[in-house]
């Protein structure tokens, strides 16, 4: 039998995984904010574009999404202990996979015009320009399934790096796209792109360079993949290698999936209310901005970094070591990881909510296509979401452990409630003058974040028993305590360097937003640690650890 590889430390595993995270995010918040340049952060094109470009992982996710992110990895690694590693398994998993994903990518594709008709309320000009963006990339959906799959068999095997800094290459591809297009084609506050103005060669520069950087960041994982040395190899069937337990547990994926994408398919529904209404309030004397799909986009984009740079860096390793507990038993060390995850990762993302709520203004200069404006609505977007950030991560912990379990019913039990209440949230939502439409959604999304959690509490009680809640609501009280109190300090600064002035310093320019955001956000992270020690918060010190560690060994 051939002998595995080590996996790396959890520790060195967060730590790679983190640091990925954070390019990508970082070029990302780039990526987005050169958009906003070209084509505007609330124009007539820019919401076109958003919801076109969000429908192909919608798409993917409504119907792979659960099954490959989260019934997938128990199976590989249990799959990992035979004789073969598993190769045979993966290979029949990977060939269905892709065959699948290649045909609705097709089908929908062909079908773009009639999906956006369906999914928004788009009419005119406004709906045959998103469909000509969806035919450049909607093929994405292929792409995102490939890379999901790879990655998790990456992840199975212990090898998390190349998963998260895949994105890199993706977000690289699409700087550049847009780079050349603000140099060949120009930008919005001398263009005025409209849907009547609007060109082919722009298309092509914009959504083409788009679907390259999706399609480069799953062929990239081929190469770690190879690296595994499992061989693998196109093998078409289902039978003889455990598929029908897979496909138990993921018929309940497939339905919450399918719950929970439904659900946010009536959120872009709702949100493209205001994106049809935009070019009414563009027109009045003055012209008037209003939020629209791109702003809920960047918003939702920017209040889950701290999600994504700690929660899944942390939770995909603790997911792994979850796994194992079940299959040996092992329901305190089961306890004992979400216990712990909680209180870790509340650290970071407390901390980044308090800082989004308070700089939000500066931050929505890097989002607002160099109009004041424009920042002004993306920041009073980011606000109403940030609240909730620290629920978000907390949710999509809690869940992982029902996952590896293999128990995916509960989960879609959840969500079928939660489904409920957010449809009834954005319906109600959709009621609202067409400006105030998206504040309303955004609302509505914090509700949701914090309902999930109280949910989540109670069929993870009924599940594990005592989990140690006591204890991750007594470190999170403390957390909210030194996050007001770093709020306050970056409040204060806020106010001195004319953040609360439409004529302030920190309303200048990109230049001094930049300033404001390093010198209140240095004076809030001092305050915040200061008060940690203060409070006895002991999980910093774990949080802090791989970074230490490498700091340590690099001394």
């Known amino acids: 039998m051939a002998v595995q590889n080590p996996a790396p430390s ?67 690694i249990k799959a990992s202990k035979r004789e073969d590693r598993g190769a045979e398994y993966v290979s029949r998993i990977m060939t269905l996979s892709l065959l699948f994903l290649g045909a609705v990518a097709l089908v929908v594709t062909v079908a773009a015009p009639l999906v956006l008709s369906v999914v928004t309320e788009l009419t005119g000009d406004e709906l045959a320009l998103a469909t000509v963006f969806a035919y450049w990339l909607f093929p994405q959906i292929l792409f995102y399934g490939a890379y999901a799959v790879i990655g998790q068999v990456l992840n199975a095997n212990g090898r998390f790096g190349a998963y998260m800094w895949a994105p890199v290459v993706n977000n690289v591809v699409a700087i550049s796209g847009l780079i050349l297009f603000i140099n060949l084609i120009g930008r919005q506050t001398s263009e005025q792109f409209t849907p009547d103005n609007w060109t082919s060669s722009a298309t092509l520069i914009l959504a083409g360079s788009t679907t390259l950087g999706v399609a480069l960041q799953a062929l990239v994982l081929l190469v770690p993949l190879k690296k595994l040395g499992l061989g693998l190899r196109p093998i078409f069937g289902i039978r003889g290698v455990g598929l029908g337990e897979t496909a138990r547990v993921a018929k309940w994926t497939i339905i919450t999936m ?21 070019e009414s309030f563009l027109a009045m004397d003055p012209p008037r901005l209003i939020a629209g799909q791109f702003n809920l986009e960047t918003g939702a984009m920017l209040y889950i970094i701290p999600h994504s740079v700690i929660t899944l860096s942390l939770a995909t390793v603790l997911f792994n070591r979850m796994s194992h507990a079940f299959v040996e038993k092992d ?24 800082v989004m709520v308070v700089l939000a203004g500066p931050i929505g200069m890097w989002f607002g296509g160099g109009s004041n404006a ?9 606000v109403l979401l940030a609240v909730s950030a620290p629920f978000l991560s907390a949710t999509f912990l809690m869940n992982r452990a029902f996952y590896a379990s293999e128990d995916a019913k509960t989960p879609m039990v959840m969500q079928l409630i939660l489904a409920a209440l957010g ?34 509490h109670v069929f993870l009680n009924r599940k594990l028993g005592h989990y140690g809640a006591a204890q991750i609501f007594d470190v999170h009280v403390r957390l909210t305590v030194a996050a007001l109190g770093s709020a306050a300090v970056g409040a204060a600064a806020l106010a001195l360097l004319g953040g ?30 200061g008060m940690l020690r203060v409070l006895k918060v002991r999980e910093l010190d774990e949080l802090l650890k791989p970074a230490l560690a490498k700091i340590r060994r690099r001394g």
């Open 10 to 76: 959890t520790a060195r595993s967060s730590a790679v995984m983190a640091a990925g995270t954070m390019v990508s995010r970082v070029l990302g918040l780039v990526r987005t904010s050169l958009l906003a340049v070209a084509i505007g952060g609330a124009g007539g094109v820019t919401d076109l574009f958003s919801i076109a470009n969000v429908l192909p992982n919608f798409i993917y996710l409504l119907v792979a999404g659960g099954v490959f992110n989260a019934v997938l990895v128990p199976q590989i």
């Open 423 to 456: 449809i009834g949230l954005a319906l109600a939502a959709a009621a609202l003058p067409a400006d105030k439409i998206v504040f309303g959604l955004a609302v509505a999304y914090s509700i949701g974040n914090i309902a999930a959690v109280v949910l989540s």
């Open 374 to 382: 424009t920042a002004v609505i993306q920041g009073q977007v980011l």
């Open 258 to 278: 399918l719950v929970g994408n439904g659900a946010y398919l009536v959120y872009t529904n709702v949100a493209s209310i205001a994106s049809e209404a935009r």
């Open 500 to 529: 609360y002035s439409p004529d302030g310093f920190a309303w200048r320019s990109l230049v001094s937003a930049t300033i404001v955001l390093i010198i209140c956000g240095a004076l809030m992270a001092a305050a915040y640690l």
């Open 331 to 354: 329901l305190d060390g089961v306890r004992e990881t979400i216990s712990r995850g909680l209180r870790i990762i509340g650290v970071a993302t407390v901390f980044s909510a308090a």
